[in-house]
Every structure is written in structure tokens, then in C-alpha cells.
């Protein structure tokens, strides 16, 4: 309840009050009492109300636990159609030009099956050229897409050098000849770059390829190319 309705409530027990003083006095008392208790009420009616302004309510604030949940570092999938995106191994000779292509070196792997790298591969799938064992296998990108036939061919002639870091082994040619190389993949159509992965017999254990040279035929191997150098 506000101050005006306490006081408004006041009025007729103060004037009860004055009369009963007044008790028997003169006319003048009698006739100044309804201008004091007016100017009374009119006081009363201009009194300020208290207004009750509630305390603002304390909001808690959380502050959220840390995740425990490790940051996943997503490697990107190289881009095969475009020759020029394809990041080559770090080697000391990792890129080379023979018969007017130019070839990366992408990865050397040491695994009992080998597929081709180009996820829109059309003619590659996976082979296992060991037999249930592994092999070295060696994989190019090509700014050339059909490489089948028309330049990697069964007429290809390919030096490959193993090393454990204190021997070292050079091999020439394919298996049946004497030399290390099981079998090859070459892109054939294909709307993407090209591609070459060579996949060879491992001499002995924790040997792995170092080096890997190519000629059009056994007849030129003196003219063969360095492909890649780790």
C-alpha cells in the first residue's frame, strides 16, 4: 500500500480528532477546520508514491569444460587431374622428363599388394605380384594419361637399385631375365593424369629401393633415364 492511501485513510480519524478538541470553542475554529483538513488532503494526494524496484537476480555464468577430444588432422586426397597439384616425395631426384612426359616420383611402399593411386582409375584394380609375399613397390604421376602400350609396354626396360644403407644391389630387366621387376601398371584411358607403378622382388630384408632407371628397351638401356633417386 502507498503513502496516499495511508493518508487519505488518515483524514476522518484526525478529524475526529479535531473536533473533539474543539470541543466548545469559538466559530472561527469551526470554519478554519474544513480548510486545514483540505489543504491536508490535497498534500496527501501529491506525495510521491514508493515504487518497490526489485534487485536484478544474479545470473551464474558456466564456463565450459576444455574438450578432451584431440584435433583430427585430415590429409587432403592429392588431385589427379591436374599434373601440376600432384606433390612429388621428397627425394633427391623425385622428377624427370623421358620421351617428352614428365614423370613425379609420389611413394615408395613395401606391401604384399599394390593399386593404383588415381581413385577414378578405370583399368587399375589391386594385384598382389609377390604371391603372398611382399614387394617394393613404386609409384609415378605422368602430365600424360594414356602411358598403356603406347609408352610403358612389356618391351620396357627398367634398372632398379636396392641398398640396406651399406650394400646395394642392381638388378636389370624383368624377373624371368634376371632381374627384379614382377610387374607394372600404366594408365591406360583415363580422364585424370597418367600414372606408372612399377613393383619389383625384394633381394633380402630391409633392402629397399634407392633408384630407378628406364629405357625403352634392353637395346638402349645405355640411354636409360633417372626416374627417381632417394
Same mark, same amino acid.
Given at each position: @500500500?502507498?503513502?496516499?492511501?495511508?493518508?487519505?485513510?488518515?483524514? +476522518?480519524?484526525?478529524? *475526529? #480528532?479535531?473536533? /473533539?478538541?474543539?470541543?466548545?470553542?469559538?466559530?472561527?475554529?469551526?470554519?478554519?477546520?474544513?480548510?486545514? @483538513?483540505?489543504?491536508?488532503?490535497?498534500?496527501? @494526494?501529491?506525495?510521491? +508514491?514508493?515504487?518497490?524496484?526489485? %534487485?536484478?537476480?544474479?545470473?551464474? !555464468? #558456466?564456463?565450459?569444460?576444455? /574438450?578432451? !577430444?584431440?584435433?583430427?588432422?585430415?590429409? +587432403?586426397?592429392?588431385?589427379?587431374?591436374?599434373?601440376?597439384?600432384? !606433390?612429388?616425395?621428397?627425394?633427391?631426384?623425385?622428377?624427370?622428363?623421358?620421351?617428352?612426359?614428365?614423370?613425379?616420383?609420389?611413394?615408395?611402399? #613395401?606391401?604384399?599388394?599394390?593399386?593404383? @593411386?588415381?581413385?577414378?582409375?578405370?583399368?587399375?584394380? %589391386?594385384?598382389?605380384?609377390?604371391?603372398?609375399?611382399?614387394?617394393?613397390?613404386?609409384? $609415378?604421376?605422368?602430365?600424360?594419361?594414356?602411358?598403356?602400350?603406347?609408352?610403358?609396354?612389356?618391351?620396357?626396360?627398367? #634398372?632398379?637399385?636396392?641398398?640396406?644403407?651399406?650394400?646395394?644391389?642392381?638388378?636389370?630387366?624383368? %624377373?624371368?631375365?634376371?632381374?627384379?621387376?614382377?610387374?607394372?601398371?600404366?594408365?591406360?584411358?583415363?580422364?585424370?593424369?597418367?600414372?606408372?607403378? $612399377? $613393383?619389383?622382388? *625384394?633381394?633380402?630384408?630391409?633392402?629397399?629401393? *634407392?633408384?630407378?632407371? *628406364?629405357?625403352?628397351?634392353? %637395346? /638402349?638401356?645405355?640411354?636409360?633415364?633417372?626416374?627417381?633417386?632417394?
Amino acid at each position: @500500500m502507498d503513502i496516499r492511501h495511508r493518508i487519505t485513510d488518515a483524514v +476522518p480519524i484526525f478529524l *475526529i #480528532i479535531l473536533l /473533539s478538541l474543539a470541543g466548545c470553542s469559538n466559530n472561527e475554529q469551526l470554519e478554519s477546520l474544513p480548510k486545514t @483538513m483540505a489543504a491536508l488532503t490535497q498534500q496527501a @494526494m501529491y506525495v510521491a +508514491p514508493v515504487t518497490y524496484t526489485p %534487485e536484478p537476480t544474479e545470473t551464474p !555464468t #558456466i564456463t565450459p569444460i576444455p /574438450s578432451d !577430444t584431440p584435433t583430427i588432422t585430415v590429409t +587432403p586426397t592429392p588431385d589427379f587431374t591436374d599434373f601440376t597439384r600432384v !606433390t612429388p616425395a621428397a627425394a633427391r631426384l623425385n622428377a624427370a622428363v623421358w620421351r617428352g612426359i614428365n614423370f613425379k616420383f609420389v611413394k615408395s611402399e #613395401i606391401s604384399e599388394t599394390s593399386k593404383p @593411386m588415381d581413385p577414378n582409375s578405370k583399368t587399375g584394380k %589391386e594385384e598382389s605380384y609377390g604371391r603372398g609375399k611382399k614387394t617394393a613397390n613404386v609409384y $609415378f604421376m605422368t602430365d600424360q594419361s594414356e602411358m598403356y602400350k603406347k609408352v610403358i609396354n612389356n618391351d620396357t626396360f627398367v #634398372i632398379v637399385t636396392f641398398s640396406d644403407g651399406v650394400k646395394q644391389k642392381i638388378f636389370e630387366g624383368w %624377373e624371368k631375365k634376371g632381374g627384379a621387376l614382377k610387374g607394372f601398371y600404366a594408365s591406360e584411358k583415363t580422364d585424370t593424369v597418367g600414372e606408372v607403378d $612399377f $613393383f619389383f622382388n *625384394i633381394p633380402a630384408d630391409s633392402m629397399e629401393v *634407392i633408384e630407378v632407371k *628406364i629405357a625403352e628397351n634392353a %637395346e /638402349s638401356k645405355d640411354k636409360a633415364v633417372v626416374l627417381y633417386t632417394k
